[in-house]
Nanobody, 115 residues
Framework: QVQLVESGGGLVRPGGSLRLSCVTS????????VAWYRQAAGKEREFVAV???????TYTDSLKGRFIISSDNAKNTVYLQMNNLKVEDSAVYYC?????????WGQGTQVTVSS
């Protein structure tokens, strides 16, 4: 059973930073990609970034340079470092992994950017 647990969300002022964590079950990071998504109130869930088992990363274009995805295989954890946060970054952030044929999602962590 695959489990993903996010943490690290909270309230931050514009221009601030947060680091989200996604703890995965088992030693899966070497073999499976883990992605971050976000869903703002009233909007569809959107892709943020993904890291593969080999460490390759891909970002949605609009977030390149501000968000950084990384992983620590020894801790079974994927991180999302978010810098220079903007009000429009406010959303519930989810991590996801795909072990065919199923997608596995965490419960999400709320990020609120407000002055």
């Amino acid at each position: 059973q695959v489990q993903l647990v996010e943490s690290g969300g909270g309230l931050v002022r514009p221009g601030g930073s947060l680091r989200l964590s996604c703890v995965t079950s088992g030693n899966m990071l070497e073999d499976y990609a883990v992605a971050w998504y976000r869903q703002a109130a009233g909007k569809e869930r959107e892709f943020v970034a993904v890291i593969t088992g080999s460490g390759s990363t891909t970002y949605t274009d609009s977030l390149k340079g501000r968000f950084i995805i990384s992983s620590d295989n020894a801790k079974n954890t994927v991180y999302l470092q978010m810098n220079n946060l903007k009000v429009e970054d406010s959303a519930v952030y989810y991590c996801k992994s795909t072990l065919l044929p199923d997608d596995y999602w965490g419960q999400g962590t709320q990020v609120t950017v407000s002055s």
